[in-house]
């Protein structure tokens, strides 16, 4: 999972105002749009399966808007099963590779 630091390094502006990712920009406001997008999609999981790879820790949203922490244990986000009660899509809200809460 892609850290906040690491996004934005790949979304930078270079010299001609466009994204260093190959993103032509206009705006100062276009481009933070973009990083914003960008960085929704890196950390939005489409599938249980992807679910199943975060790591202990994991805190996420799901597809019904509720907020999860993934636990120890086979498949499961605090008390529930994955698949059961959690939809996908699911936006990763912070993962232990982020740091410090």
């Known amino acids: 999972m892609i850290t906040l ?24 406001e276009e481009h933070a749009e973009h990083v914003a997008d ?3 999609e890196a950390r939005t999981v489409q599938t249980v399966e992807e679910l199943d790879a975060l790591p202990v820790g994991t805190i996420l949203r799901c597809g019904y808007g509720r907020v999860w922490e993934k636990l120890a244990g086979h498949r499961r ?3 529930m099963e994955v698949g059961k009660d959690l939809g996908v899509p699911a936006l990763v809200v912070w993962t232990p590779e982020d740091g410090a809460a």
């Open 5 to 28: 630091d690491v996004h934005l390094i790949q979304h930078e502006r270079d010299a001609d105002g466009d994204c260093v990712c190959g993103a032509t920009m206009f705006s100062t």
């Open 38 to 40: 960008t960085w929704r």
């Open 77 to 79: 986000f605090s008390g």
